[in-house]
């Protein structure tokens, strides 16, 4: 299983990014993707999820700017960003809970994390 992220990018404040984060491989079903951010020197912190039955959850710094969406028949998880301001500048990676497929046994997965995508917002 893969978890390929793409279109961060360096934007100046007031800007917009879309990620975006396939989930390939023996994936049956996703249950919940998510955007997570660490920026130097602080802790990794969600800052959107979304659930196969497509309910949300944002961290107060992202409501309002950001909305993640959820393709189920790619595997994919979007998130636009759009008023970014300096402070959102981080590394952003995407994780994924899902239903692997082995044989005929599904697999609970979680935590499964992709690479991260580098977004810098100028001032």
């Known amino acids: 299983v893969q978890l390929q992220a793409s279109g961060g990018g360096l934007v100046q404040s007031g800007g917009s990014l879309r990620l975006s984060c396939a989930a390939s491989?023996?994936?049956?079903?996703?249950?919940?993707m998510g955007w997570y951010r660490q920026a130097p020197g602080k802790q990794r912190e969600l800052v959107a999820e979304v659930s196969s039955g497509r309910r949300t959850n944002y961290s107060d710094f992202a409501k309002g700017r950001f909305t993640i969406s959820l393709d189920n028949n790619k595997n994919t998880v979007y998130q636009q960003m759009n008023n970014l301001l300096p402070e959102d500048t981080a590394v952003y990676y995407c994780k994924a809970d899902f239903k692997y497929q082995s044989g005929s046994y599904l697999l609970p997965i979680s935590n499964y994390w992709g690479q991260g995508t580098l977004v810098t917002v100028s001032s």
């Open positions: 491989g023996n994936i049956a079903s996703i249950d919940t």
